[in-house]
């Protein structure tokens, strides 16, 4: 499976490459540290899973083997992968089998390692009126050496498959019926994703993979380069390159209207690129400075169909934080992003030709242009600014205040037989975050800990435009709330959550929703657990879990329309209020016992009891009806076992079975995993 | 304390580039049109998540499916096609997306969501115009869609017997 998916995870690896580098604005990037060298595994093993889950009407099971057995001269793995979803309720049943192995001499003259690699799947898709079935294979040799100590590793042969897309859904016999198709295989790696070069401060590795047959050719490949340098000042340099592309076509076996379809993807070329620089400071003045730039870009391209995009994005980060001998903890960032999406369409007097397109090509022009009225490019702006004190004895408190600012225009428009074409509705539009928490540990010690904290969140959707601004708003998050744990007897801990919420929705020109009151909500939820080790073997558990919730307008005097009230006294008398339309509370009570019969083995059973008192405020009687199917009682008996055999394998098993307001069904989980 | 009047002060420079995170200049609306008026974007209300967009064909991804209570299911064009017909036809004049915290499975990519709906809509061609009331629930799977940056719906069933305004095959009372 791993081989014969090597485009498609490329293809993935491509798209998760645009991704803006995730992470905390004001932390130094994840991606510009020099990553550690992973733990040597057993090179002579035997890995088996099994892992087994019903839900409702889904069920999953994975089986695996692999075997990997390894000595001076020789090296042996084989796999065996099989996984099922069977899902009752739309009658599918999917399955996937993988038996990959590979076997090689080592030893060889001039320090190289030499053998043979195969790669049989076979995909059964079952649908309700018919069938799919694809299976592939990929084999030939490998090589493998390390000249100047830089893994080099050459693997291609030949591959095949076959396939048919209207089994009957009884039986896959004919296979006669199969189409095929043949050809063959070759890629590479060079270097290491965590070792660096020999005698540089260098990570490298370059990775390439391509296959031709008779109905798709491919190639794809990833590369990637980190260096790293310290200056004499003491402060560091580091700089990235990572770059994937894959450029072909491929098929596999898909669904269209609700049966298998073995789909021709069509030809296209898709690359992600980043390059990245930044210089981290030593500390000045326990100030630990740094300063990021990156630049990301995605661009996909098909050749007979449209849908190219080329997405960029320039950022700039600067990172603040503290050294360690500060007596207060500080990380503060700010990041600035430069965005651009660009849809290509194929008008040819756009790309500066005469040539007259085909009608089929000139549809594709229009949808092209109108989709490009998509276009966009936007600047991003994000602060995080966090101080923390915590003193020796555990008291302190902490501060995060979080705001960003995320604008997007919409520059594109045609002009067609004197009019203009622009986007309908404009969508130019500013989203403005400010988040701010603060957190107060008063009470850190041996016998309880407690926390308490508020937290204050603004969401404010700004349109630019006349014929959009009028759904202009601002969302307010107000939140307070505590947790305590604490030793109240021997071997008896207590311990409780609770929080508050209230959120409000203000329109900036409500006197464009007359009549339409904006939302408005509380919330408010209590955890209580009471945890007691009965015996050194036994525990019992108890949790008590509390919920209300309300939801509805609030009914400002701004936000009236006065042509529903009788007279001018009474427009004269209107006091804001809330209305509440609809509202809940949900009471749970979960027992959970807990023994430990024998050594490595853990039996929990218990049962949750839950009351759901749902309601909605009807007009006609002005009084609050439960909601049918979401009013009324849910009880969920469990069990669940686990056991540990010796430091090899490990056994789990968990069983529950609900029995909601309307329905009842169980969740079954059971995996077998270990390593011998 | 001077270590703290540093670093206060870094905080302060840092914080006074606020004129960089305040809203543009808004034109003055230019009527009080509700692209939404079903109000689908505030199913993922109170989430973390969004809906961005709010034109009902990008609202629902490209395969999309709404299933009825005998699962009964229609393809997306049929569904926005149906909703586009309401929203021409229908006054809104209620509608809200109770929200049910103990449903919400969010799975990297992919959301579950079970919403319980209310709508009151006024049949504006009939004279007088008629009232009708939806109250029922719904399960939502939600993927994000890359390419439109948003969340898309992906699977829309109503949960129990009774009419729903959503069903495309669903026909006002003469």
């Given at each position: 499976m791993r081989n014969t998916l090597k485009p498609v995870i490329v293809s993935v690896c491509a798209i998760l490459a645009w991704q803006p580098a995730a992470g905390q604005v004001n932390a130094w990037p994840q991606f510009l540290t020099v990553p550690a060298k992973p733990a040597a595994a057993d090179s002579n093993r035997t890995v088996y899973g099994s892992d087994q889950n019903l839900y409702i009407h889904t069920f999953k099971s994975r089986d695996s083997v692999s075997i990997e057995s390894n000595t001076a001269s020789y090296g042996v793995n084989q796999s065996v992968d099989y996984e099922l979803k069977n899902d009752s309720w739309f009658d599918t049943k999917d399955q996937f089998y993988d038996l990959s192995g590979s076997v090689v001499r080592k030893e060889l003259p001039l320090g190289l390692s030499a053998g043979l690699e195969w790669t049989p799947v076979l995909i059964l898709n079952k649908r309700t009126s018919s069938q799919g079935l694809l299976g592939s294979i990929e084999a030939g040799p490998v090589a493998s050496a390390a000249p100047l100590g830089i893994p080099v590793e050459l693997h291609g042969g030949g591959t095949a498959r076959g396939w048919n897309d209207s089994l009957g859904a009884v039986s896959v016999n004919d296979y006669g019926l199969l189409s095929r198709d043949k050809g063959f295989y070759a890629g590479?790696?060079?270097?290491?994703?965590?070792?660096?070069?020999?005698?540089?401060?260098?990570?490298?590795?370059?990775?390439?993979?391509?296959?031709?047959?008779?109905?798709?050719?491919?190639?794809?490949?990833?590369?990637?380069?980190?260096?790293?340098?310290?200056?004499?000042?003491?402060?560091?340099?580091?700089?990235?390159?990572?770059?994937?592309?894959?450029?072909?076509?491929?098929?596999?076996?898909?669904?269209?209207?609700g049966k298998p379809h073995f789909i021709d993807d069509p030809e296209k070329t898709e690359r992600s690129y980043q390059i990245s620089?930044?210089?981290?400071?030593?500390?000045?003045?326990?100030?630990?400075?740094?300063?990021?730039?990156?630049?990301?870009?995605?661009?996909?391209?098909?050749?007979?169909?449209?849908?190219?995009?080329?997405n960029t994005d320039n950022s700039i980060n600067f990172v603040l934080g503290t050294d360690s001998v500060f007596p207060v903890s500080y990380a503060g960032g700010i990041k600035i992003d430069w965005e651009r999406e660009n849809k290509h369409s194929l008008s040819a007097e756009d790309q500066g030709s005469s040539v007259t397109l085909s009608p089929e090509l000139q549809l594709m022009n229009i949808e092209g242009k109108l989709a490009s009225l998509d276009d966009y490019q936007a600047y991003r702006i994000e602060m995080i600014n966090t101080v923390s004190k915590y003193f020796r004895n555990g008291i302190g408190a902490e501060y995060t205040s979080d705001i960003s600012r995320y604008s997007k225009d919409y520059p594109v428009y045609y002009v067609s037989n004197g009019d203009t074409i622009r986007p309908d509705p404009p969508q130019d539009n500013d989203l403005i975050v400010n988040r701010q928490k603060f957190t107060l540990v008063p009470i850190p010690s041996a016998w309880g800990k407690a926390s308490l904290f508020v937290e204050y969140s603004n969401n404010y959707r700004n349109y630019i435009k006349k014929e959009m601004s009028g759904n202009n708003e601002i969302d307010q998050l107000y939140r307070v709330g505590g947790n305590g744990n604490f030793i109240i007897a021997q071997r008896c801990?207590?311990?409780?959550?609770?929080?508050?919420?209230?959120?409000?929705?203000?329109?900036?020109?409500?006197?464009?929703?007359?009549?339409?009151?904006?939302?408005?909500?509380?919330?408010?939820?209590?955890?209580?657990?009471?945890?007691?080790?009965?015996?050194?073997?036994?525990?019992?558990?108890?949790?008590?879990?509390?919920?209300?919730?309300?939801?509805?307008?609030?009914?400002?005097?701004?936000?009236?329309?006065?042509?529903?009230?009788?007279?001018?006294?009474?427009?004269?008398?209107?006091?804001?209020?809330?209305?509440?339309?609809?509202?809940?509370?949900?009471?749970?009570?979960?027992?959970?016992?807990?023994?430990?019969?024998?050594?490595?083995?853990?039996?929990?059973?218990?049962?949750?009891?839950?009351y759901i008192d749902s309601r909605q405020f009807n007009v006609a009687s002005g009084s609050y009806d439960p909601i049918f199917g979401a009013a009324g009682t849910r009880v969920m008996p469990f069990a669940s076992l686990t056991y540990q055999l010796g430091a090899q394998a490990q056994f789990n098993a968990s069983f529950a079975r609900t029995f909601d307001i309307l329905n009842k069904f169980w969740d079954i989980h059971v995996s077998l995993t270990g390593v011998f | 304390m001077p270590k703290c009047i540093?670093?206060?002060?870094?905080?302060?420079?840092?914080?006074?580039?606020?004129?960089?995170?305040?809203?543009?200049?808004?034109?003055?609306?230019?009527?009080?049109?509700?692209?939404?008026?079903?109000?689908?974007?505030?199913?993922?209300?109170?989430?973390?998540?969004?809906?961005?967009?709010?034109?009902?064909?990008?609202?629902?991804?490209?395969?999309?499916?709404?299933?009825?209570?005998?699962?009964?299911?229609?393809?997306?064009?049929?569904?926005?096609?149906?909703?586009?017909?309401?929203?021409?036809?229908f006054a809104i004049d209620e509608v809200s997306w109770r929200t049910d915290s103990l449903t919400d499975f969010p799975i990297a990519d992919t959301f579950f969501v079970d919403r319980t709906y209310h709508v009151v809509a006024r049949d504006t061609l009939m004279i007088p115009p008629k009232s009708y009331q939806f109250d029922n629930s719904a399960s939502f799977k939600l993927i994000f869609n890359a390419d439109k940056n948003t969340w898309n719906i992906f699977y829309f069933k109503d949960k129990y017997p009774g009419k729903s305004i959503f069903h495309p095959l669903f026909q006002p009372d003469y």
């Open positions: 590479g790696d060079v270097g290491s994703l965590v070792k660096p070069l020999p005698l540089l401060p260098l990570i490298v590795d370059v990775r390439g993979y391509g296959r031709s047959m008779e109905t798709s050719k491919l190639i794809s490949g990833t590369a990637f380069a980190l260096v790293y340098a310290g200056l004499p000042s003491g402060d560091s340099c580091f700089a990235m390159y990572a770059d994937s592309l894959t450029n072909g076509k491929d098929a596999f076996l898909g669904q269209a209207q620089a930044g210089i981290r400071g030593r500390p000045r003045f326990w100030l630990v400075p740094g300063a990021v730039y990156s630049y990301n870009e995605h661009y996909l391209s098909y050749r007979d169909v449209w849908g190219d995009k080329r801990t207590v311990s409780e959550a609770m929080s508050s919420d209230v959120k409000t929705t203000d329109y900036v020109f409500p006197e464009t929703k007359r009549g339409s009151p904006p939302p408005y909500s509380r919330k408010w939820s209590s955890l209580l657990l009471l945890d007691w080790a009965i015996t050194p073997w036994l525990g019992l558990k108890t949790e008590w879990n509390e919920i209300y919730c309300d939801f509805g307008t609030w009914n400002a005097r701004e936000y009236l329309d006065t042509t529903t009230l009788k007279s001018a006294e009474a427009v004269a008398n209107y006091h804001d209020y809330y209305a509440i339309v609809d509202k809940s509370w949900e009471h749970e009570i979960k027992l959970t016992l807990a023994a430990v019969p024998f050594r490595d083995c853990r039996v929990t059973a218990g049962c949750s009891y839950q | 540093f670093l206060l002060s870094v905080m302060v420079v840092m914080s006074v580039s606020c004129g960089a995170f305040a809203p543009r200049p808004t034109e003055y609306p230019s009527n009080t049109v509700t692209v939404d008026p079903l109000n689908f974007a505030s199913i993922l209300w109170g989430t973390g998540k969004e809906i961005t967009k709010v034109d009902y064909n990008d609202i629902f991804f490209d395969s999309a499916k709404f299933v009825d209570i005998n699962d009964n299911s229609y393809e997306k064009q049929m569904l926005v096609d149906h909703l586009q017909d309401v929203i021409r036809r």
